[in-house]
């Protein structure tokens, strides 16, 4: 008859570690989560929590907020007096996005899975 509508492969793709760390706040209490650009536009497919940078079209002040996210993940701006500053519930930390390891100030993390960590700061 004719080809299949749906693609052969997914057009999206995450590896294991991240999907699994998107689930887990869902059951828990929602608040503000800070993750990297590459993973903020999932988290509100997976919870009902709120990412501190979202959607360009929909983020105040979008770039600016994109840039200050990546540089308090990659480690070049001191991270715990903005979690505490906005609020943040949760941080999504991956290898993928980062070669430096979580700073310390976000204690031990609530969960791991490859290379993916969630720390639940309150």
């Known amino acids: 008859l ?16 991240d999907s ?29 929590d709120t990412t ?14 994109t840039v200050e996210a990546n540089n308090l993940l990659q480690g070049r701006t001191e991270l715990a007096a903005f979690v505490a500053a906005h609020h943040v519930r949760y941080v999504i930390w991956s290898t993928e996005d980062t070669a430096q390891p979580p ?7 609530a969960f791991t899975s490859g290379g993916t960590e969630v720390f639940k700061l309150y």
Request: net charge positive; proline share 17%; no cysteine.
């Open 103 to 109: 700073p310390a100030a976000l204690g031990q993390p």
């Open 52 to 65: 501190y940078v979202g959607q360009y079209s929909e983020t105040f002040e979008w770039r600016a907020k």
């Open 20 to 48: 699994q760390a998107l689930f887990w706040p869902s059951p828990r209490p929602a608040g503000v989560v800070l993750t990297s650009d590459r993973l903020w536009l999932f988290v509100p497919a997976y919870t009902s």
């Open 2 to 17: 004719g080809q299949p509508l749906a693609p052969s492969s997914p057009p999206y793709t995450i590896p294991n570690g």
